[in-house]
């Protein structure tokens, strides 16, 4: 089983949410996923061949505008984690999915 990650989804940090959101859907005509809006949130079909993607109203609490988070994918999570740690890569943070199917994400300072 490879573990070789995959890119999964992508987060653009924006500075107006609501001007951000109608230029992706007007302008450029993407498909806005309305049922994942959140008071701070917008999410973005990746259509046939493409990548989902969200944007995210930057605060004082996130990343500036004009951040990327870029999160990954693999079918083998803890040989990703071993190969990894093999290479001297530290671990900061780690998610796990609650009883409820909610993802809880733990992380360190850096």
């Keep these: 089983m490879s573990s070789k990650p995959a890119l999964d989804f992508v987060v653009l940090y924006v500075s107006n949410l609501e001007e951000a959101?109608?230029?992706?859907?007007?302008?450029?005509?993407l498909e806005h996923l309305v049922d994942q809006d959140t008071p701070e949130f917008r999410g973005f079909a990746g259509?046939?061949?493409g990548l989902p993607f969200g944007i995210v109203q930057a605060s004082?609490?996130?990343?500036?505008?004009?951040?990327?988070?870029i999160y990954l994918k693999t079918d083998n999570l803890a040989?990703?984690?071993t190969r990894l740690?093999?290479?001297g890569?530290?671990?900061?943070?780690?998610?796990?999915?609650?009883?409820?199917?909610f993802v809880l994400s733990f992380a360190e300072g850096v």
């Design 21 to 29: 959101c109608n230029y992706f859907t007007q302008t450029l005509g």
């Design 79 to 81: 040989g990703l984690h």
């Design 89 to 101: 890569v530290r671990t900061t943070e780690f998610a796990i999915q609650d009883c409820n199917g």
């Design 47 to 49: 259509g046939e061949k």
């Design 85 to 87: 740690a093999q290479q």
């Design 60 to 69: 004082e609490r996130t990343p500036r505008a004009g951040a990327v988070e």
